[in-house]
T-cell receptor
Framework: KQEVTQIPAALSVPEGENLVLNCSFT??????LQWFRQDPGKGLTSLLL?????REQTSGRLNASLDKSSGRSTLYIAASQPGDSATYLC?????????????FGTGTRLKVLA | GAVVSQHPSRVICKSGTSVKIECRSLDFQATTMFWYRQFPKKSLMLMAT?????????EQGVEKDKFLINHASLTLSTLTVTSAHPEDSSFYICSARVSDLASGGVYNEQFFGPGTRLTVL
């Protein structure tokens, strides 16, 4: 059974810092991995989607990497801003048994201080 | 990109009543949809997989008779919380898997709805 863990659970940094959020998954047989942002009381905003055949994806100040062999993904946020404050979730979509469901990580609550 | 809507976005009900939440894929067909539940400051937990034209598949520990799922068309799945109690108060999010080849590059990808906040008094 796939388990997804995120470290750290919470992070508070001053504006301008570069950040690394970590996501670990136990089953490397994944179809893809996706990073989301969730603001308090709101739904999910998809940030980056990495297919199993890819190593990384980039969008603006965000870069996500995927290493299936070690069961890890990282989300790199460059030059953090107060507007980046939110909870970041990673989710892996399994490949076994034809399943399409996403398993979500525990989340990292990020606060960027002005 | 593909859009998924949920209705209502927020609902408050009395204990003992039933509440229906709709999940719609607006511009694509979805033979498979998923329902998630999120408790405050917690991550999303998959409740069930909704299959068009057949019974839903529930995750371990989720009460089938409590959370009724109907996927009657290729663009609509509904989650009914029956005899709701305060402990059912939560944020419910659905996702839909693109199943029509005409959608091109997003075929087989999933898109998430904006969520429904349920408060049971």
């Amino acid at each position: 059974k796939q388990e997804v863990t995120q470290i750290p659970a919470a992070l508070s940094v001053p504006e301008g810092e570069n950040l690394v959020l970590n996501c670990s998954f136990t089953d490397s047989a994944i179809y893809n991995l996706q990073w989301f942002r969730q603001d308090p009381g709101k739904g999910l905003t998809s940030l980056l989607l990495i297919q199993s055949s890819q190593r990384e994806q980039t969008s603006g100040r965000l870069n996500a990497s995927l290493d299936k062999s070690s069961g890890r993904s990282t989300l790199y946020i460059a030059a953090s801003q107060p507007g980046d404050s939110a909870t970041y979730l990673c989710a892996s979509r399994g490949r076994r048994s034809g399943t399409y469901k996403y398993i979500f990580g525990t989340g990292t609550r990020l606060k960027v201080l002005a | 990109g593909a859009v998924v809507s949920q209705h209502p976005s927020r609902v408050i009900c009395k204990s003992g009543t039933s509440v229906k939440i709709e999940c719609r894929s607006l511009d694509f067909q979805a033979t498979t949809m998923f329902w998630y539940r999120q408790f405050p400051k917690k991550s999303l937990m998959l409740m069930a997989t909704s299959n068009e034209g057949s019974k839903a598949t529930y995750e371990q520990g989720v009460e089938k008779d409590k959370f009724l799922i109907n996927h009657a068309s290729l663009t609509l799945s509904t989650l009914t919380v029956t005899s709701a109690h305060p402990e059912d108060s939560s944020f419910y999010i659905c996702s839909a898997r693109v199943s029509d080849l005409a959608s091109g590059g997003v075929y087989n990808e999933q898109f998430f709805g904006p969520g429904t906040r349920l408060t049971v008094l």
